[in-house]
């Protein structure tokens, strides 16, 4: 039987028009995802637009797009560096034309451009049971490392706010903004040279999509959280706040600043705080079991072979997100 040639090209980078497309793509792929992996009745639904222009934005030059041989999104992958760390995604093949080495195609094509800007961690995160992908991402170079642990809290809950002033960098004015953006590049270089947070944190602002809570000491700046406070499913409620990347210089500092997010939370008018916890930092995790904290969901996390995820050697914890 004659079959029509099956082309794919690319990459293309993405822009703002293919939104929607890569939207459909990324709720028809998970859900057949979580499908073949038994989650049978689980719908993954369209993500908040603001959500996607800022993965885009984020990405500076690193989101990629395929297309088949009718103009239509088969394919994409947004491949994001902060400073010396980069990672990917969310990426996705079409399900009619996964199998076909096209996979392959697009973890590379972001591995090589991450390269090229000189990234010295390279990663992306998996769900832990999906272990055909455990397997595709190994055989492409990838290892796997810890678990990153969506944990969440109730930010009015009972014995657990915060007592002092909560101060957030949106709120400061000019010069004083400035200032303590030089602190928080201080802190975060000291703790983990060349990672850079600066673009996420001026797209979080630009786009009113979150702030930054700070914790202050005697001796300066102690600790801050990056918060979203869109929802991130489109059309749905504003009910929880992530914090993407948070930086602390010690255990207690992390602490306190979780409560200061809490509280900042609550005054948004949400009534749930979700970090990323990475399982690497095995007493933070601990700590947060002690403190009421709930494990909500867990993702692999993977670095390619020679581009490790490195942490504070001086006791301080860098969480970054791997997803969107």
Not at 25 to 46: H, I, K, N, Q, S
Not at 72 to 81: D, E, G, K, L, S
Not at 191 to 204: C, H, I, K, S
Request: glycine letters at 10%; one cysteine or more; aromatic letters at 8%.
């Amino acid at each position: 039987m004659w079959r029509p040639e099956r082309a794919v090209t690319g990459p293309f980078p993405v822009e703002e028009r293919d939104v929607p497309s890569l939207n459909r793509l990324f709720a028809d792929a998970f859900t057949d995802r979580y499908r073949r992996d038994g989650l049978v009745g689980v719908r993954v639904p369209y993500l908040n637009e603001q959500i996607w222009r800022y993965a885009i934005a984020d990405s500076a030059g690193g989101a990629m797009v395929w297309r088949d041989e009718s103009d239509r999104t088969v394919a994409f992958n947004i491949a994001h560096r902060s400073g010396t760390e980069g990672w990917m995604g969310p990426l996705c093949v079409r399900p009619d034309r996964q199998l076909g080495g096209l996979g392959r195609e697009i973890v590379l094509a972001a591995a090589d451009w991450l390269k090229e800007q000189g990234v010295t961690t390279l990663g992306l995160e998996t769900m832990p049971r999906t272990v055909d992908n455990i397997g595709f991402y190994s055989r492409l170079g990838f290892l796997p490392g810890h678990l990153t642990l969506t944990m969440t809290t109730d930010t009015g809950r009972r014995g657990q706010r915060w007592a002092g002033p909560v101060r957030a960098l949106g709120a400061l004015p000019g010069g004083e903004a400035a200032g303590t953006r030089r602190d928080m590049a201080r802190l975060l270089g000291e703790l983990q040279p060349g990672v850079d947070f600066a673009r996420e944190v001026d797209l979080t602002l630009q786009d009113g999509l979150g702030d930054v809570v700070l914790l202050e000491r005697d001796s300066g700046l102690a600790a801050f959280a990056l918060c979203h406070a869109v929802p991130l499913a489109e059309g749905s409620a504003r009910d929880e706040v992530r914090a993407l990347k948070i930086v602390a210089s010690d255990l207690p500092a992390l602490m306190d600043l979780l409560a200061a997010a809490a509280e900042w939370s609550q005054r948004q008018g949400v009534r749930r705080l979700a970090v990323r916890c990475q399982t690497v930092y095995a007493d933070t995790y601990a700590a947060l079991i002690e403190h009421g904290w709930r494990v909500r969901w867990s993702d692999l996390r993977m670095t390619m072979a020679g581009y490790p995820e490195r942490t504070p050697a001086s006791g301080g914890i860098v969480w970054s997100n791997w997803e969107i």
